[in-house]
Structure formats: structure tokens, C-alpha cells
């Protein structure tokens, strides 16, 4: 599951409990009900809670993120990636840029200390834009809905931006929830689709 950010070639269900910023780390963590997990006879079951938390990128993380944003199926759904997401050189390249950048606030996403994914905020020109991509094993259990409310917690700049492409519905859902409203529609190449596409933009402009 991804929010489309071109600008930044995209990285991109309940509410987390009250999200503690961390210090130099950026550590932040919230509790989300228990995520249903498939038993040895493939029945969904849950126990406990689970902790959603936000840290920054390392280095032992690259070769997960590496993987889930070149799978084939979230490529197709996110839309707006880079133009060969098999192009590890590239990635590593495109990876300083965004760990270094003054500019850019990466995080990874995990669920009980395991990575599941990336969220991240960056600036084009006076705005400021969201982006975020989670491993598919993570999709539709609450974790993107609970990753970009904590996130948010940690931006103080408002308003924010998010884009998706409009027939990524999972995306799009979230950002409604975690209070994004649709405030355009716009056409543009989508490397992953191999043609234009629309895609919806939304805009948080409250807390």
C-alpha cells in the first residue's frame, strides 16, 4: 500500500493510542488492537496489542525496503515509482538522498519491532508533501491508518499533501481516515502504468 509522491519517487484501521515523540532517534510508538494473524489451520486469530512504532531508517533495513518497493503488485497499485524499481544502484542512490536530506523526514514503520514499511514528509517549493509504502504482508491491518496518524503527530506543518493514484482505493481510504480530504484531480505519467492516469489529491489542513 502506497501514497504517490513522484516528487520523491514515491517510497510511497483503528487509531493508535497517544503517539511519544522519541529524541534522537525519532522514535515514536502507539497501540493498535490486536492484528489478526492466519493459524497453522488458516483460521484468523489475534492476541494481545500490537505496537505501531516510527524510527529512523538503518543501514540492515535497505535490502527489506529495496524488496517491497519493487514488488510487482504495489509497484502496479502505487503508479508513480522509479522508472526500473529493480535498479538496486539506483535505489541505494535515491536512499542517501532521502536519509540525508535537511529537507526530507524519513521513518520506518514497524509493527512489534518488525520493519513493515516507510513514511516520509518533504518539501515542493512552499508546500509540504506526505508519502508512505508498506510491505503487502501488512496491507488492509490497520497499519498505514495508524503509521500516518503518528506521523502526523510529528509534522507540525500544515496544511500537508498526499497524493494517490484514484484507482489505488486502499490509499485513499486511509488518508480520508487520518483526516485528508480530496481537494483536486490531476493527469500525469505513471512510470509503473506505462501511460497517464488520474490521480487525487488531498489536502490535511488541521491538526
Not at 509534522?155 to 483526516?179: C, E, M, Q, W, Y
Not at 493527469?187 to 488541521?206: F, M, N
Request: aromatic letters at 6%.
Amino acid at each position: 500500500m502506497a501514497a504517490t509522491c513522484h516528487s520523491v519517487e514515491t517510497l510511497c484501521h483503528s487509531p493508535p493510542g497517544p503517539a511519544s515523540a522519541g529524541a534522537s532517534d525519532g522514535r515514536a510508538f502507539g497501540r493498535l488492537p490486536p492484528l489478526r494473524t492466519p493459524d497453522a489451520d488458516n483460521e484468523w486469530t489475534g492476541a494481545g496489542m500490537t505496537e505501531i512504532g516510527l524510527r529512523l531508517v538503518r543501514d540492515e533495513d535497505l535490502d527489506a525496503i529495496y524488496d517491497q518497493m519493487r514488488d510487482p503488485e504495489a509497484v502496479r497499485m502505487a503508479a508513480f515509482t522509479a522508472e526500473d524499481p529493480d535498479d538496486r544502484v539506483a535505489f541505494d542512490e535515491h536512499l542517501v538522498r532521502l536519509r540525508t536530506s535537511p529537507e526530507i523526514k524519513l521513518r520506518a514503520v514497524t509493527v512489534d519491532g518488525e520493519l513493515a514499511g516507510t513514511i516520509a514528509s518533504f518539501a515542493v517549493g512552499d508546500d509540504t508533501e506526505i508519502t508512505y509504502w508498506l510491505g503487502r504482508d501488512w496491507w488492509g491491518r490497520g497499519v498505514a491508518t495508524a503509521a500516518v496518524r503518528m506521523f502526523l503527530t510529528t509534522v507540525p506543518v500544515r496544511p500537508i499533501t498526499a497524493r494517490a493514484a484514484s484507482d489505488n482505493a486502499g490509499s485513499l481510504a486511509v488518508l480520508r481516515k487520518a483526516g485528508f480530504r480530496v481537494v483536486g484531480k490531476e493527469v500525469a505519467y505513471a512510470t509503473a502504468r506505462g501511460r497517464e492516469i488520474e490521480e487525487t489529491v488531498l489536502r490535511l489542513d488541521g491538526p
